[in-house]
């Protein structure tokens, strides 16, 4: 796992990139390219190393004014134009940069979950995404759905933002699974959970969307739980039935801190998944804090960076969740203390985040 985000482009439009006054002037493009970033180009090493040798070339020369060093080449990017789904294969983390129609763009970024910009007409602020909102016991959040989750997110378009791109999505909540009698009324963290993603999983998805939830067994015996949880999965495939939604549950202790995790962007939740009340999905049930952030809001950071809190949290929880696939342990009589996976593949976990 690298410290640096990827991102990929092609000669022509890296140099538009460069050549953009929006880039030339703003400050956090350029800090995210110089510092945060590894940029791979669709291009023979041969005519990389020839293009970079001469001082008068523009990619040197643009490269050089910008104080950015030599990009890496990359050439088998070009199948991209002919297989579109590698630019989710590659690195689900991946930025990409291609000149192509506004159009285009967008139906990569709906069809695959991925980020891609056109460079010739990008703003320096693209991958910025900051959304705070600290709610006190009792508030509604008002908007125009009776889902809190919806509300919240539809902030973004009054302030001229919208959704990073998703295809994938890690959780790690060792409470998500507690409740008051859940056998008669089930568990408001996924009542929760069901409603959060109606309001943030794509439209128009052409391959399957992975979540992987890593939370600690409830106090219930292992039939009843995959009751729940199953009946759970049949509701998550119900809200997008043109693709499908792969749930994988792994038990076991679960990390302290809660995350939320997708390929672009994370999500905190200061005080657990059970925010509303579900007889009433606008109303919070307790004082809770929401926040969305972009790995890439933060270019000036001097410790670690979103990006790469990110990507040791889940290398982390992957590390942990494989443990539990290769070494169940059924045998505790605490049920929350047991240790098993409940997955499509049961040899393996499928969320692309962790390959």
């Known amino acids: 796992m690298g410290n640096k985000v990827n991102i990929f482009a092609d000669v022509p439009s890296f140099l538009n990139l460069l ?21 791979f180009l669709i291009v023979d090493q041969e005519e990389l190393d020839r293009r970079w040798e001469d001082s008068e070339d523009t990619l040197r020369k643009l490269c050089d004014a910008h104080d950015i060093p030599c990009p890496r080449a990359l050439p088998g990017l070009a199948a991209i134009f002919k297989s579109p789904d590698l630019c989710f294969r590659l690195d689900p983390f991946g930025l990409w940069m291609i000149n192509a129609s506004e159009q285009d763009i967008d139906r990569f970024r709906k069809y695959f979950g991925v980020w891609m910009v056109n460079p010739s ?72 959970l069901k409603k959060l993603f109606d309001a943030i999983l794509p439209q128009d998805l052409k391959i399957p969307f992975h979540l992987t939830i890593y939370c600690q067994h409830p106090q219930l015996d292992i039939a009843k739980t995959d009751e729940i949880v199953n009946a759970f999965k049949v509701e998550m495939q119900d809200l997008r039935p043109s693709y499908p939604i792969q749930v994988e ?107």
């Open 19 to 39: 050549a953009n006054s929006e880039f030339a002037k703003g400050r956090d493009l350029k800090s995210l390219i110089r510092q945060r970033a590894e940029v």
């Open 121 to 192: 007409s990008i703003m320096d602020d693209v991958f910025y995404l900051n959304h705070r909102r600290e709610y006190e016991r009792g508030d509604i959040i008002e908007g125009a759905t009776n889902n809190g989750w919806a509300n919240y997110v539809e902030e973004l378009s009054a302030l001229g933002k919208q959704l990073p791109p998703i295809n994938a999505v890690v959780i790690n909540d060792r409470y998500l699974l507690r409740s008051p009698n859940p056998e008669q009324v089930g568990f408001v963290g996924l009542f929760n």
């Open 249 to 355: 549950f792994v038990y076991d202790l679960a990390n302290h801190k809660r995350t939320f995790h997708s390929n672009y962007f994370l999500l905190d939740v200061d005080r657990g998944y059970n925010a509303f009340n579900f007889n009433n999905f606008r109303q919070l049930i307790g004082e809770n804090e929401f926040c969305i952030a972009s790995y890439h809001n933060d270019p000036y950071c001097t410790g670690d960076t979103n990006y790469i809190t990110a990507r040791h949290k889940i290398s982390k929880i992957k590390e942990q969740c494989d443990n539990v696939v290769a070494n169940p342990d059924l045998s505790n009589p605490d049920y929350g203390l047991i240790k098993r996976s409940d997955l499509q593949d049961p040899q393996k976990i499928q969320n692309r985040l962790f390959y």
